[in-house]
């Protein structure tokens, strides 16, 4: 469920509690999340390692540590941090956990262990699923308007879909997908090829501003409790049934592929087909 407002809060969050600190130990609690490619043992291999840097690309984070070491988190739809003292209670959810040196503890949860921590050497970085093929990040300075048409041009198929899958650009997944699409009037079914001059504007205008804009108010809401999914402010995504914000249309949900799409068919009128 992070995308890239929610985790660029927990990396502003993280950075000045953790760059130059050293990880003066580490475990794997529970099994299937941890993908350790260095061939050395987790625990002693990363024990006395510091963290250099902390990045993050679209919906990937990015450990940088001393001695040629990464670890990358993608936490998919369930996956998160939480930054805590060693004595808080050891949730069940939670599957690798970081020991740092002036006494927290980073915890990487996730419920239904979809999500991935990679450890591994900085040339084994491209070598994971998803890194090289995403596009520039959504938070990143915007594309003009020539160049995310020309971007664009290669895709094909419905436009949320293009939205989501990160080639085009990166950081973007189901619940910012429809936010934009709800911005920009656009039906998440329609065809790319369908999209006149004047929707590509808006959807380029609303595919910069809706995740900044998310970042902004995130940042102060979610405050310290990273670890918490904070989702109420948004104005269609998860909110099927109830009235638009902006028309107060009933707002439609529609389910394919276990992923809900959340639309208003007032402001993001279209096709009859698939409706
Ligand atoms: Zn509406």
Redesign the pocket.
């Known amino acids: 469920m992070p995308e890239a407002p929610d985790l660029q809060v927990v990396l502003e969050y993280l950075q000045p509690r953790l760059v130059g600190r050293v990880i003066t130990g580490a475990r794997e609690t529970r099994p299937l999340v941890l993908r350790n490619l260095t061939g050395e043992r987790f625990s002693d291999d990363i024990a006395g390692r510091s963290i250099v840097a902390m990045t993050r690309h679209g919906k990937l984070l990015f450990f940088e540590l001393s001695g040629d070491r990464v670890v990358l988190i993608n936490p998919m739809l369930t996956g998160g941090l939480r930054y805590t003292e060693p004595d808080e209670k050891l949730l069940k959810s939670v599957t690798v956990t970081f020991d740092i040196d002036d006494g927290h503890q980073l915890r990487y949860f996730d419920q239904k262990r979809m999500g991935m921590v990679y450890y591994l050497r900085p040339d084994q970085v491209n070598e994971t699923p998803r890194v090289e093929e995403q596009g520039p990040d959504v938070l990143d300075a915007p594309m003009s308007l020539d160049e995310f048409k020309t971007a664009l041009r290669p895709f094909r198929g419905e436009i949320k879909g293009i939205l989501t899958r990160g080639r085009l650009i990166s950081g973007v997944g189901n619940a910012y997908a429809d936010e934009i699409l709800h911005a920009a009037g656009l039906h998440p079914y329609k065809k790319k090829t369908a999209l006149s001059d004047e929707e590509i504007a808006r959807l380029q205008e609303a595919v910069y501003r809706v995740p900044l804009e998310a970042f902004n108010l995130l940042q102060e809401k979610v405050g310290e409790n990273i670890h918490k999914k904070e989702r109420r402010y948004l104005k269609v995504h998860g909110k099927g049934g109830k009235p638009?914000p902006?028309?107060g249309?009933e707002i439609s949900a529609i389910t394919a592929n276990q992923r809900v799409t959340n639309f208003?068919r007032?402001?993001q009128p279209g096709l009859l087909v698939r409706n």
Do not use: D, E, L, S
């Open positions: 638009c902006v028309c249309y208003c007032k402001c």
